[in-house]
């Protein structure tokens, strides 16, 4: 029988999230639904909103839910998830938050259709689609599986209005909505957890956590060693290309504030990650047959997943079981809304407009991306209802990503002259076939290649055959690109033998997005009469290119809009007089009312011409 008083608990939280994302849609600017404004809150997200969205990339449900769970059935260190995903935060610091964030992308893609075109990028985002629909559906079974003990709900409904729900106020705010919907989410989660420790632990069924007999801290036997290793890069650096990630890069208003951040929030992810840790051993010191507990014992794969909300209901009162099941549910919906925008911005942007749509408008753009929204949730929520382990499937939606995109990214980032589109595809072909030559057991796949180290009886790869995959598929990449290349252009291969025009068939009109300057201005190939800008980067927003003010460049001390939009100008002004100097073979006269060509013919100047702007 449904729990009345359950149910409250669970109403007043969602409608607390609830109002907290429709005011926080109200945030955006009236009129506004440019791209910039809806998927990245017009560059405008503060620090201390900031700071508490960019740790929520990862702290979620499936965060507490799944880290409870690998605590109880495999110990603290095979709980590796927590650590490696605060390491993903700290690396993409590092090494991708600053350029990013320079380049003024607006999703992740933008960078890898800038080096590989429209139809690759499209390509690659199928990987990255599987991560967020497979992180959002692990959020959402957790939550299925904590209000199904606590309060009696079916699983799946709670799963479905929970999903419903996040939907409805991500459609009506976007990125605004779940920045600030993620504010209450953290504290809900620290408040509500560390409320509920004391009761669990002070219960009179709980035994010793220093108790021999109980082992949470577990161990790693030694042929499961290279395995080990294979997971924790798994989360490292496979945490690093999730839009959701860089969706609080792009958003953040210097490039410097992008890097802080990731770097506090890998605090935050570890901080918050204890009181899961704790449950987890005190569910494992727990008898659960002498509990109020009437299920199977020892418990089975069903029951673990659920093992937060059995401590929630079996060892605390149960007004805390409630406000712990409140902020478990806050938790969830606040997360799942955050991979449901970040893989339909990228649908829309990447997908629609760059491959089938380049001329469509802003308005309808946004359109497409509420009509994703709803599609994504629903495959979310489909998923969510089909697979049972949360943390089985937390640590699979980083496999693909991690296998495909990483190394991609990793190359148009820094090294983006030393790879093409052939390497491109290679690469994707060679690591999506090794990934899935290794099996799923989760998925029921079955491996066509056993690996050396094969457990035939657990049915388990020892052999870190994903990140084989990984270095593989970084090896194609470059060794594929650097072999076109040097047949293209040693005349080996005729340029009409470029198929993917990105080596020596490169169309006169499509001149792809340069470095950024040493002095940091940012500036897209001449529109007009000499070209047009290419590549995704070029393509939106009222900061990125065309002698536009980009926030990534401003000084932390909030430069006035006026004067950075003046010294902008200026400074794109003279470059453009540089670049049609340089065209022309021109010297700018000395009477200074314009300048001389050739052929004596007067020549306007920037400033008197602004018709590239």
């Known amino acids: 029988m449904i729990n009345i008083a359950g149910v409250v608990s669970i109403v007043l939280f969602y409608l607390l999230i609830l109002v907290v994302g429709i005011w926080a849609g109200r945030k955006k600017q009236s009129g506004n639904d440019s791209e910039e404004e809806v998927m990245l809150a017009g560059r405008s997200i503060g620090l201390f909103v900031g700071i508490f969205t960019m740790t929520a990339t990862w702290v979620g449900g499936g965060y507490i839910n799944g880290t409870a769970e690998a605590i109880y059935t495999s110990g603290l260190v095979w709980c590796q998830a927590p650590f490696g995903y605060a390491l993903s935060l700290v690396f993409g610091g590092i090494f991708f938050a600053n350029p990013m964030r320079k380049q003024g992308y607006i999703t992740m893609l933008d960078p890898l259709q800038d080096s590989f075109g429209e139809r690759m990028g499209g390509l690659l985002f199928l990987p990255a689609l599987c991560g967020e629909v497979f992180w959002a559906a692990g959020i959402l079974a957790a939550l299925g599986a904590t209000l199904s003990v606590i309060i009696d709900m079916d699983h799946r409904t709670s799963v479905i209005l929970s999903s419903c729900i996040a939907i409805f106020y991500t459609l009506f705010g976007g990125l605004y909505s779940v920045a600030y919907t993620d504010v209450i989410q953290l504290f809900c989660i620290f408040i509500g957890l560390w409320m509920c420790i004391p009761f669990a632990w002070s219960n009179e069924h709980v035994g010793s956590l220093s108790d021999l007999e109980v082992d949470w801290i577990g161990h790693v036997e030694p042929k499961r060693h290279w395995m080990y290793i294979d997971y924790g890069l798994l989360l490292v650096f496979g945490g690093i290309p999730w839009q959701v990630y860089f969706q609080r890069v792009l958003s953040s208003k210097t490039a410097g504030r992008a890097q802080l951040l990731s770097y506090v929030a890998a605090a935050g992810c570890i901080l918050m990650a204890i009181p899961p840790v704790l449950i987890g051993a005190i569910a494992k010191a727990t008898p659960w047959n002498e509990t109020d507990y009437k299920g199977p014992y020892p418990l089975t794969v069903d029951e673990t997943s659920m093992i937060l909300p059995m401590v929630l209901q079996y060892l605390t009162p149960d007004f805390v079981s409630f406000f712990g099941l409140g902020a478990v549910s806050a938790a969830v919906m606040s997360s799942a809304d955050s991979s449901v925008l970040s893989a339909a911005s990228m649908f829309a942007r990447n997908v629609y407009k760059l491959i089938f749509r380049q001329k469509a408008s802003e308005m309808e753009i946004i359109w497409v991306m509420r009509v994703a929204i709803i599609v994504v949730g629903i495959l979310a929520t489909i998923m969510a209802l089909t697979i049972p382990s949360i943390y089985g499937l937390w640590s699979m939606c980083s496999d693909l990503v991690y296998v495909i995109l990483f190394p ?58 994903r990140t084989m995959a990984m270095l593989l598929s970084l ?113 700018p006269a000395g009477g200074g009312g314009g300048q001389m060509s050739q052929s004596g013919m007067a020549m306007p100047t920037p400033e008197q011409d602004n018709t590239a702007f």
């Open 408 to 465: 991609q990214l990793l190359m148009v980032v820094h090294f983006k002259k030393h790879c093409n589109t052939y390497g491109s595809l290679a690469a994707y072909i060679v690591a999506l076939f090794i990934r899935l030559s290794g099996g799923e057991a989760i998925l029921g796949l079955d491996p066509f290649i056993k690996y050396p180290g094969y457990d035939e009886e657990t049915q388990e790869q020892m052999f870190p055959f």
């Open 475 to 587: 090896i194609t990449l470059i060794s594929v690109s650097w072999w076109t290349k040097m047949m293209f252009e040693s005349g080996k291969l005729p340029p009409s033998y470029d198929y993917f025009r990105c080596v020596v068939n490169i169309p006169e009109d499509a001149l792809r997005v340069g470095e950024p300057s040493e002095s940091g201005e940012q500036l897209s190939v001449m529109a007009g009469p000499l070209a047009r800008s290419y590549g995704a980067a070029t393509m939106a927003g009222k900061d990125e290119r065309n002698g536009r003010i980009n926030p990534a460049l401003e000084s932390d001390d909030d430069l006035p809009v006026a004067e950075a939009r003046r010294i902008n100008q200026q400074t794109a002004q003279a470059q453009v007089k540089k670049m049609l100097d340089t065209a022309t073979g021109v010297k």
